[in-house]
């Protein structure tokens, strides 16, 4: 044990561990920092309450790498307890304007914590200084855009999950009954015959399934062993996807585990 | 081993479910059971008309092209926040019906999986 961290426990109490773990991990070897892989708990809060807390924790230039099995899947980069960028396969970079950076990095954060399976973190040493830590965002910041993100209704929150792994979609609502296709054109007609048959039984005063429930509900049905049609909806509006059949199933777990 | 006792087992192994029932389709009624706490009658119905209103949005007539003709009509996942159900049959023109009630943010592949062999299983029993 370090004399800082000895020192620190002696302060006596949970303050005194707590000042002393913290202090400990500041002063980790970089080169050590990669070396350990955590699990981040199960539900999107409580990740995202992990990865803001170790943000909160990183004075010295870090990155963390967040990985969905053996995918990386996000880079972050912190800097005296603040966040500066995030990396991910397939997007563009934040713009370096600082208005409204909070908010597309508490949508970000919200998409990784969303992810379906496990998550796990690591942090590795960041040899040079970010370039432009102005436009990096506080723990506080993030916070409070996150209490945004994070309030939407259940349908939106599934309907937000499901869109960045359905190959085809057909999304409707009031206002489009109709519905809007997104995908490949030969997904079109099979994702309106399963539409409209599942909106049909909501018009069966009888049906054990309402369409036109004030809840969120849905199926997942099984086209073979490696594809499923969703179909949700919440009073008048809804969606159906096709989605891998792992990936759904997963997402229908992290939904409601919300 | 009867179906009562398979139904149990499945219920008994398994900690996220919180009901296993086997029922039949054609008539909407659930024939066995067996839950980890009371179960009114009324919510056996429910769960009867629900498995065969699931069934009916699969349309044998028009099979989507890339639906596996053995696989495609034997599953279905209704779900809300407060949980899932699972129907499986062992095959499209069975009304032979297994139903997994499970918790909220139960892994559904494994259940699946489960309810799957035990309607095989049944199917072989009888």
Known sequence: ?258 | MKVQDQVKRLLDETPDLRLVAFGDLSSGLILNWSAKSACPREVLDLLGEKAAACFALLNSDALPPEADPTKFGTSVIQFSEQGSSIFVRQSASSDDVICAVCEAGAGLGTLMHSATLLADMIAGAE
């Open chain 1, 1 to 258: 044990m370090s004399a800082v961290e000895k020192e620190a426990q002696g302060s006596g109490g949970d303050a005194g561990n707590t000042r002393g773990e913290l202090l400990a991990r500041l002063s980790t070897d970089p080169r050590k920092l990669a070396i350990e892989r955590r699990s981040l708990p199960a539900t999107v809060e409580d990740r995202l309450s992990a990865i803001l807390t170790e943000i909160d924790e990183i004075v010295l230039p870090r990155q963390l790498h967040l990985y969905s099995a053996a995918r990386e899947v996000a880079r972050l980069t912190v800097s005296h307890r603040r966040l500066i960028s995030i990396e991910m396969p397939g997007r563009l970079a934040a713009s370096k304007d600082s208005s409204g950076l909070a908010d597309l990095f508490a949508a970000r954060l919200v998409e990784i914590a969303e992810m379906p399976g496990a998550l796990s973190l690591t942090a590795s040493h960041r040899p040079t200084p970010p370039n432009q830590p102005e436009t990096a965002c506080s723990v506080a910041a993030l916070n409070q855009a996150l209490a945004f993100a994070t309030t939407q209704n259940a349908f939106d929150r599934l309907l937000r999950q499901v869109a960045p792994y359905a190959s085809a979609r057909l999304v409707w609502s009031e206002k489009n009954p109709q519905g809007q296709h997104t995908g490949p054109p030969e997904w079109s007609g099979q994702l309106r015959n399963f539409t409209e048959t599942y909106r049909a039984m909501g018009r069966d005063r009888r049906s054990a399934t309402r369409v036109t429930s004030s809840r969120t509900e849905g199926v997942a049905i099984p086209l073979n062993d490696d594809v499923i049609v969703m179909i949700a909806s919440l009073e008048k509006k809804g969606f159906a996807a096709i989605l891998p059949r792992s990936v759904g199933l997963d997402l229908i777990s992290a939904w409601q585990s919300y």
